[in-house]
């Protein structure tokens, strides 16, 4: 029925998971011990703006009638993309509660 065994389910949920902490997110200059901010928020954009485009070309590879491509596969990608848009959302929302936050304190 379906090619994506429970191992490789398990391996790609611990990998977001992983993601999801920010620990394979490219850290610019790490030897350094310089970490730019807008760097590794450009970074996560960039992660998510990726994920949203192969689930994309999943569905449309699947769509197409593409006999490599389950729906299984694109059912799995389509949520892996809205887990971590949904997490971008959470941040910036939080980026602005906070800017907010600072904008209203009296210097």
Not at 79 to 103: C, H, P, T, W
Request: glycine share 6%; charged share 25%; aromatic share 4%.
């Amino acid at each position: 029925m379906s090619d994506i065994g429970v191992s490789q389910l398990l391996s790609q949920l611990r990998s977001t998971a992983e993601l999801a902490q920010g620990v394979q997110l490219k850290r610019p200059d790490e030897a350094k011990g310089d970490v730019d901010f807008s760097s590794l928020l450009k970074n996560a954009v960039d992660h998510v703006n990726e994920t949203g485009q192969a689930s994309k070309s999943l569905k449309k590879a699947f769509e197409l009638g593409d006999p490599n491509v389950d729906i299984a596969q694109v059912m799995v990608a389509s949520q892996k993309a809205g887990v971590e848009f949904q997490l971008m959302l959470n941040v910036r929302n939080r980026l602005i509660s906070a800017y907010q936050d600072v904008m209203k304190m009296a210097i």
